[in-house]
């Protein structure tokens, strides 16, 4: 058969495009959104009010360090997923959120290792 634009092709099925899954994408993204409200809440409510808020007691120091853990690995996986795929809106808060948890991150990450390493001599 003659190749034409007259003619169509039942051969190779057009490739769908795939959504990604909206649970996914908010699975991954809760453990950042709970690291950001935590460091949020601790310093944005005035301190008179911290008693009334019991959300801020829920997570004991050595808790959020696991949460803050598992937010970076799930950041990492978002950007393994949904770097090149389509982004509907879900998947942009996905990776806002992971994104500036990850810069985040490595800016604590470059403040500790600036202290303990080349900092020091500003203790003297």
């Not at 453990?31 to 310093?43: A, E, N, T």
């Amino acid at each position: 058969m003659p190749d034409n634009a007259l003619t169509i092709e039942y051969r190779h099925p057009t490739a769908q495009s795939k959504e990604p899954n909206p649970a996914v994408a908010m699975i991954l993204c809760l453990p950042g959104m709970i690291c950001w409200c935590s460091l949020l809440g601790s310093f944005l409510v005035p301190s008179g009010m911290r008693p009334q808020l019991s959300f801020l007691d829920i997570f004991p120091p050595g808790t959020l360090l696991i949460c803050w853990a598992t937010a970076i690995l799930a950041a990492l996986v978002s950007l393994g997923l949904y770097a090149r795929a389509r982004k509907p809106w879900y998947v942009c808060i996905n990776l806002a959120v992971n994104i500036a948890g990850l810069l985040f991150t490595g800016g604590v990450a470059a403040l500790v290792a600036y202290f303990m390493v080349g900092g020091a001599h500003f203790r003297d």
